[in-house]
């Protein structure tokens, strides 16, 4: 009697301590139902141009910095490379057009911010986009991402292969920072991938008022394992003489609600299989988040994004995006800005 009374106590401690394993289930990028998912069958929210968040400046594509984009959910980045003004070797400038127009600083601090992030939150897996602006060469992004000290995180996909690990895999594995280049790309540097050798871009060109396109733009007329589906607008405005592609803050509820909605139903459908990376500007307007929720498959999980004190959406018209935009008169943004404000 005694001992059935101990093997009673025993079964009931062992059945709890399941009870207690499985009410600790691991998430994988916010969500359990995405652990057993391999890297190409999840679908990521991205910020194009993530670095380019210089409040107020005209040409900014986000209103928050990267640490808050990351905290928010945001999984993959969208980066452009240039030489820093010295050409030194072992560092890379976050640019926008042209660094005269809007520069976000060294890469290798936004590295340690992404660095951070991952150090803090080890159930993520993150993702980088290299716009190579700059010709850089993958040598010269290996001694930046090493001097940030990032490079037990990188993780490298064997060209040819379209057999990915699943997210949990890449979790216990630490290998959980994925990166891929737009040119540049070579054996040297196996971490930093040919872009399109793995992913297909939709038209990044999209003009505010035209429609959203569910077509193979990059590489041209070739499908991939997965694609972006390019997902922001810019309104062209000629300034001295040069016409300056600028994001449209004012527009990002709509652009970042309804709108994303219908384009990334059209590509699911067009493309049958789910946009891998939807990448938008201001990504905290509309329902980027719910939106990638819903292609997921999972019920969101109410994690809003945070709302800027002072967005772009009102400081682009403040003296800020003067003092940025050195490239072309002070008249001349006065004048753009006019327009912007029709
Ligand atoms: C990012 O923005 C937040 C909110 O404005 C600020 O507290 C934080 O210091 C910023 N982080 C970096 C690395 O600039
Ligand atoms: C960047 O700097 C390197 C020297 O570190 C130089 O070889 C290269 O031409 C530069 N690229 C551009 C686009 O100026």
Redesign the pocket.
Known sequence: MRSSFILALATALVSSSLVARSDAQQLCNGYAELCAKTYDQVSYATTHNAYASNTGALAANQD??I??QLKDGIRALMLDAYNTSTNDPNEIELCHTSCSLLDAGPLTKTLG?IKAFLDANPNEVVTIFWENAGNLTPAHFQNAYQAAGVTNYLYTQTTGSTTWPTLADMISSGKRLVNYVDSGADASVPWLMAEYDFVFETPFEIALGAAYLCTVDRPKDQRKQMYVMNHFISRTIAVSGVNADLPQPGAADQTNGPDLVSHANSCQSTFNQIPTFVAVDFYEKGSLLQTVAQLNGVTFNNKLPTQPASSTTSGALSAKSIISARAVSAAAIIGATSLLAL
Do not use: K, T
């Open positions: 928050n910095n640490s808050i911010q």
